[in-house]
Every structure is written in structure tokens, then in C-alpha cells.
């Protein structure tokens, strides 16, 4: 089965062309970056304006370099949820036009399933159950998968998403956004244990936090000045390593508590160096197992939508013109 998978959710405009759920033929981004840094993040109408002029090149491309036409798709996958409503929507439309002027049935796929199911293009996937942890600009939740379509929600962030804690560090740092590449590479000549940011570990539960850490780093700021040379380079160093360390502890202690020996990192702060060797390096120390997908497929891209298509469509659902762009679309 071919199945044309189609991002909008935020700020990438994304196609991919995925057989069978698990081999990707092409994989299209065009990303909106340089529109929203001078802003220092995502502007939702400036997003919802630049998916309608991408969109139609980006399929065009993802069909080209998979060497098929619309003709030999077999179902269209779209995100309708969660998101910005306005970029949902354009990507939404574009799957209607295209099932009603071909035939071809269309699906809606969640967003944050699209990011858990990214791993399943690895020839060595994992099958349910296992754990995932998504952690993203706009979220940070802990699911157990224990088979497609079948999620529950065991921790999730009480304030920022970790990536947000990192966009709003790279401000107060005058570094570009988004946070996470700039501080991460920064990261890498820094000495982590230089400051001791607080780690909030809420309870006896798998949530976390990063509002006070986030403010801890504007407190120091406020006390010592915009660090420069060696002093950034630890700051961001001993920032990342709080932002890992509390992720990797939850994410070690639920599997354990829960009964997981798999454990899955997704999403596009999945692409940090330090979270993914510091999950790797505590799970292994437990005897679990890792899985981390490749750079490319932690960040929003149309193959990841294509598997969560693929797979809605295999348990039976199935769209329809009456469906709508859902923003709060709760995987659970």
C-alpha cells in the first residue's frame, strides 16, 4: 500500500511518500525557520500563509522523487490534529481537493501518534507494547503504546514543553532561534556540572516541569550578566544537562514501574545530543532497550504521518468531508 503523507501542523510544510507503512520512497520538508526567527517563534497566520504557497511544490517533489503519480497512491494521510488551526487547516483542504478530484480515499492522523510511529520505519521497530516519550517545541508526554491506536497518557509536562524551555533560554541568551541547535552545539565544549539548575521531579508520579529551571537561568543571568567564551559554553552545558536528566530519570522510572523493557524517544527535541546518549546510557544500565529514531524523523516530517495513516487506516477508520481540524486532539 502507498500511502502520501501530508504535515501542516506548525511550521513545516512536509511530504512523504511511505510503502507499507514501514519503507519510506521520498521525504520532503520545506521548513519556515527563516520566517519566524526574527519574531523568536512560530507566528501562527505567517505559518498558515506560507503552508498555501508550499504545500502544492512539496507533494509535487515528494511524488517526483518517489518516482509515482497521484494515480498510484493508494490512500492520502493528513494531519488534522493537534496543531495551529489555521496550518491545519490548509493541509486538511489540499487532502479533501485531492481525495474528491481522484477517488482516493484520505485519513486523518494525530500529530503526536504521527511522532510515536516514526520509529517504525527502523528495520529493527519495536511492536507494542513499549514506552514513548515525545518531546517536542509544543510537547512533552509520556504514553504507553500498548498496540496502535490503543494510548495512555502516564506523565506529561505541568508548564513548558522542553522545547520551549530551550527557545526561551536561546533568548535570554541572544542565540537564534529555535534554542535547541544553538545550545546544543554550545553545549558540547561546556562543563555540565558547572551550574546546578534546580530538576523539578513533581511527586511520586512521571510528570515533569520546566518553568522553574527556565527561571533559574534568568536568575543568573540577572545576577552575573549575559555570559560570553567559556561561560556560555557551560551555561548551556550544565542548562541541557537539567533539561536530560530529569527526562531520562522519568522515562527509566516508568518503564520499570510499569513493566517496559522497550522505550522509544521522539519528537523534535529527540534530536538533542545529550537527552538521546543520556536515555540510551541510563536504559541500558537497566537493562532496557533504546530505540531512538534518525535525526531526520524527529523533527515534523510527512513519512511519520504516512505510518500513523497507514495504521489508522488498518484498525478501520477512515475519512470523510465532514472532518475537521481538531488543535487539542487528545491522543488518548
Not at 57 to 78: F, Q, S, Y
Not at 92 to 100: E, P, R
Amino acid at each position: 500500500m502507498l500511502v502520501l503523507g501530508l504535515e501542516t501542523s506548525c511550521d513545516e510544510t512536509a511530504a512523504a511518500v511511505v510503502e507499507d507503512g514501514r519503507r519510506v520512497l521520498s521525504d520532503v520538508v520545506s521548513t519556515q525557520v527563516d520566517i519566524h526567527r526574527r519574531w523568536g517563534g512560530v507566528v501562527p497566520e505567517l505559518a498558515s500563509r506560507n503552508h498555501i504557497v508550499q504545500v502544492m511544490p512539496v507533494l509535487h517533489e515528494a511524488l517526483t522523487r518517489a518516482g509515482k503519480t497521484l494515480d498510484d497512491i493508494d490512500l492520502l494521510a493528513v494531519t488534522s490534529g493537534p496543531g495551529l488551526i489555521g496550518a491545519l487547516l490548509v493541509g486538511l483542504q489540499v487532502a479533501k481537493g485531492l481525495s474528491l478530484a481522484t477517488g482516493k480515499p484520505f485519513v486523518g492522523a494525530n500529530h503526536l501518534e504521527g511522532h510515536l510511529l516514526a520509529i517504525r520505519l527502523l528495520e529493527d521497530a519495536p511492536a507494542p507494547p513499549f514506552l514513548g516519550l515525545v518531546v517536542s517545541g509544543g510537547h512533552t508526554s509520556l504514553y504507553e503504546v500498548r498496540d496502535y491506536g490503543n494510548y495512555r497518557l502516564v506523565g506529561r509536562t505541568r508548564d513548558d514543553a522542553a522545547g520551549e524551555a530551550y527557545d526561551k533560554t536561546a533568548r535570554l541568551l541572544g542565540l537564534p532561534y529555535p534554542g535547541g541547535q544553538p545550545i546544543d552545539e554550545l553545549a558540547q565544549k561546556g562543563d555540565r556540572e558547572a551550574i546546578r539548575f534546580p530538576r523539578a521531579l513533581p511527586g511520586d508520579n512521571f510528570d515533569v516541569s520546566f518553568s522553574g529551571l527556565k527561571t533559574s537561568v534568568l536568575h543568573h543571568i540577572q545576577k552575573h550578566g549575559v555570559p560570553e567564551g567559556q561561560a556560555l559554553h557551560d551555561l548551556c552545558a550544565s542548562f541541557q544537562e537539567a533539561v536530560a536528566d530529569v527526562l531520562s530519570k522519568k522515562l527509566v522510572a516508568a518503564a520499570r514501574r510499569l513493566g517496559h523493557t522497550q522505550l522509544v524517544l521522539c519528537g523534535g527535541v529527540a534530536a538533542n545530543s545529550r537527552l538521546r546518549a543520556l536515555c540510551k546510557e541510563r536504559a541500558e544500565e537497566r537493562g532496557l532497550r533504546m530505540f531512538l529514531p534518525p535525526v531526520r524523523l524527529c523533527t515534523d516530517n510527512g513519512a511519520m504521518i504516512a505510518v500513523a495513516g497507514y495504521e489508522a487506516w488498518r484498525r478501520g477508520l477512515r475519512g470523510d468531508f465532514r472532518l475537521a481540524a481538531d488543535p487539542a486532539w487528545r491522543m488518548e
